[in-house]
């Protein structure tokens, strides 16, 4: 490992910030009888738990321990430091440790495909994929996309995303996860988690928690905004909110054995998310039974000691309080604080266990591991191995060009971009065309951008085709299929005529080809992305929910000259089809939820009726935007700016349900070109169910593994002679003066108040197994329905089940909750029979008081049906 020179002043520097820390102040996660700092981290390897996961968790913990135990305390702290910025061929590189024969290892974006790259696939956006509600298919989207990044020798996928949930429909990032609804998003999750870790790859939980809007999401972004010091936001959220709507798509992450947890950049209920005790600690690592690590967003961890005594296990990319500034929080900062007794030696090995056990429970050994055989900063073949150093580096080959891409993610990306697209309108059963002889495109969405795919880095612009957002969730197109060239091809083999214009401005273009056509298909639509690019005076979050570029002006126009006029909507989210959804010359709309790469095929596919169109809308969209109960936070009323999360547990159609607001098109809605009927529904209370109020206490945590380790004399810990020492790659050796400097005192660092070094016993009741107590996920309800085709075309039908709980004195209920889904393909005449099993965590509200998932008692309502409106009652049952 390698050193720089001039880190022995800036440590001393950077020393007054970590040591420091950040404010912990009281916020509202309860009814104030919780206490919001919770200390120790616990320490990994202790859950009694006997779930098939954990056994797997027990098991990589004894050969963590068994490799951790034989490093050194230079060791262990590269192992949870990055280098820096640039400083190697990933978004994120940890230090290696040639003793060991332990590579750096390589963590990389994105959640829809390899960032940075060539030769891989974009594959549909979370949001493409939810859209489909195919639980297979979200498995084996996570197994191709965990294949392609093994291919190129990354060993953490930084995704999937689930946060953003979408509390405000403008949020930047809502399309990286897979829909506005808890259940659904912790479904998407578990199933692209467990997808990604049966071929090996770590993959990453992201964002802990609260991330629901660029905006003001770190400080450095919020510069401008008339506060000399800004803050990131606070996000404020009540305890059930934050277990129901927020952490539930964690737990079933963790569930699924999720091996990394990525700590937002925003603060949680006033506390920085990455030196939240609270909520790390408390939340994710005692009541979810987090087994692996959380490594910061890059550059969310504020602080050096809180940090870590909060729980966090890594920091990303290693750089400190600015972009690449090569001055770590971590790193020589972590040895130096180990040295002088701020942090304790345990926790440093819990630290590195934690990282190890991720890697061997996916059965990754990083030390046989494919190395990096690309570099995320340039495509050439040869070039500097640590670019973001001002130092002379070692030269050499970074790219390989390694084609990643396999028959398994051809076929993904593209059954995914057909079956996510949503069909929300069809006049007279207009749809699937027949007999065109006289089409006309219209719309720049519908053909290339004149500078190619990858025309602007990380897709920070809306020109062409849009099949992604932006940001670190981007990724470099092999190709992109625009629906233009895929229907023109058709035009070409099927004989009808084609023509287009790509320019959304010129209205008597388009009227004029609307005037001579027998069918006018009309593409517009609608973009966000990451905060650190502004796309046409988009901060990342959208500003409104208009289409972009003239769109409505462009359909209207075309619909007073084209009484066949199709809509095709290329989204982030939900858009105002206000202006023109009633017109009756508008005989078709199709929504496309950024499918990647294929989506010019999915959009095919279901125009021309190759395929029958089975996507679903994973949210609402409104008539007004101000029926949503939330919208971004677009000024900075206050160096920290406070977002209120005052609609609780009421997003998205619990809030429109709640409120009577009739939506455009609610939740679960999408049409196909057949129909389906759902009968002879029963639902039954196992009669061995467990209806206690709250579930059985879990096992006790077993003693903790200590390690036997011991501080190395200050003088070992000292940049050794030989080895280079690159200008602002980050090295965990100190300086001799620093290393002289050293006094041991655990009492000298200001700790936060309540802070304790005694590791419980008792886990949480909610806790003692990953993902939460195991008894939360016994079944309790059985409900099973008929659904048959009745149509003459075969399909696919979503069927959907809702929930609606007991009146309760104290506690109110959404109307309906989504607690089941399952897809089910069907020839003509075909029945089949759907099955749900609801778990005890789904018939449960979490109590603040109790601080527990607690059985309501009364009646229990179940709906089941085609949308979150559709009101077959299925059945009741009650628990006494
Ligand atoms: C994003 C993360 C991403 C990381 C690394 C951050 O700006 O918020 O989602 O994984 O960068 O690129």
Known sequence: ?????????????????????????????????????????????????????????????????????????????????????????????????????????????????????????????????????????????????????????????????????????????????????????????????????????????????????????????????????????????????????????????????????????????????????????????????????????????????????????????????????????????????????SIPLWRIDDMAVRILAAHYLVKQNPRNYTKPNFSSWTLVDNDD????????????????????????????????????????????????????????????????????????????????TLATGWGSGSVNYAYLATPFEVINMRAFSEGFGIDYSFDDYDLDSATVLAEASDVAIVFVTSDSGEGFLTVEDNLGDRNDLDLWHNGDELITTVASS???????????????MEAWIDNENITAVLYALVPGQDIGFGISDVLFGDANPSGRLPFTVARNKSDYPATVEYT?????????????????????????????????????????????????????????LEAPLPGNYSNPTLLNSSLPNATDTVYPDDIPRYKKFIYPYLTSSEADGIKYDEDAYPYPSGYNTTQKSVPHPAGGASGGNPALFDYLVNATAQVGNTGNLSGAEVVQLYLSYPDLLNVEFPVKSLRGFEKISLQPNETSTVQFWLTRKDLSYFDVVRDNWVLPRGNFSVYIGNSSRSNALAGRFSID
């Open 1 to 341: 490992m390698i050193l720089t020179p001039s880190l022995a002043l800036i440590i001393t520097g950077v020393l007054v910030a970590t040591l420091t820390g950040r404010t912990h102040s009281a916020r509202i996660y309860s009814n104030s009888t919780q206490k919001l700092e919770s200390f120790p981290s616990p320490i990994g390897g202790r859950l009694s738990s006997q779930t098939e996961l954990d056994l797997a968790w027990a098991d990589a913990y004894e050969q963590a321990w068994d490799l951790v135990s034989q490093m050194t305390l230079l060791e262990k702290v590269n192992l949870t430091s990055g280098t820096g910025w640039e400083m190697g061929p990933c978004v994120g590189n940890t230090g290696e440790i040639p003793r060991l024969n332990f590579p750096s290892l390589c963590l990389q974006d994105g959640p829809l495909g390899i960032r940075f790259t060539e030769l891989n696939s974009v594959f549909p956006a979370g949001l493409a994929t939810g859209a489909t509600w195919n639980k297979a298919l979200m498995y084996t989207r996570g197994q191709a996309l965990g294949q392609e990044f093994k291919a190129k020798g990354i060993n953490v996928l930084l995704g999937p995303s689930m946060g953003p949930l979408g509390r405000a429909p403008e949020g930047g990032r809502n399309w990286e996860g897979f829909g506005t609804d808890p259940y659904l998003q912790g479904i998407g999750a578990y199933e692209t988690v467990q997808g990604i870790q049966d071929v090996g790859v770590v993959a990453t939980a992201k964002h802990f928690l609260l991330n629901e809007q660029e905006h003001f999401r770190q400080a450095a972004e919020s510069s401008g905004f008339g506060y000399s010091d800004p803050m990131a936001y606070s996000g404020n959220t009540d305890g059930r909110a934050l277990r129901e709507i927020y952490a539930w798509p964690f737990a079933e992450a963790i569930r699924a054995g999720a091996g990394a947890v990525m700590c937002a950049y925003n603060a949680v209920n006033d506390t920085q998310a990455c030196e939240n005790s609270y909520l790390l600690n408390h939340i994710l690592k005692d009541e979810l039974g987090f087994q692996g690590y959380v490594m910061s967003d890059w550059l969310a961890q504020r602080s050096g000691v809180n940090s870590v005594i909060a729980g966090m296990d890594m920091s990303m990319p290693g750089d400190g309080e600015s972009w690449a500034d090569g001055i770590p929080f971590l790193a020589a900062n972590l040895t130096l604080a180990a040295l002088n007794g």
């Open 562 to 576: 084209n009484n066949n006029t199709i809509v095709v909507i290329e989204s982030v989210g939900g858009v105002n």
């Open 636 to 692: 900075m009323t206050s160096r920290q700016p406070q977002l209120n999360f005052s609609e609780g547990i009421f997003i998205d159609y619990r809030h429109f349900d709640r409120e009577s607001i009739e939506p455009r098109y609610e939740f679960g809605f999408g049409m196909s070109y057949t129909t389906f009927e759902i009968s002879n529904f029963s639902v039954e209370l196992s009669s061995d169910a467990n209806t206690d």
């Open 385 to 464: 191995l640590y670019p973001g150093s001002p130092s002379k580096t070692p030269y050499g080959l970074v790219n390989q060009h390694v084609d990643a891409r396999s028959s398994l993610s051809r076929r993904v990306t593209r059954q995914i971009a057909t079956e996510s697209m949503v069909l929300v309108k069809n006049q007279n059963s207009y749809l699937p065309l027949k007999s065109v002889k006289r089409m006309s495109i219209i719309g720049s969405a519908a053909g290339p951008f004149s500078l190619g795919p990858n025309g602007c880095e990380n897709r920070g612009c809306n020109n062409g």
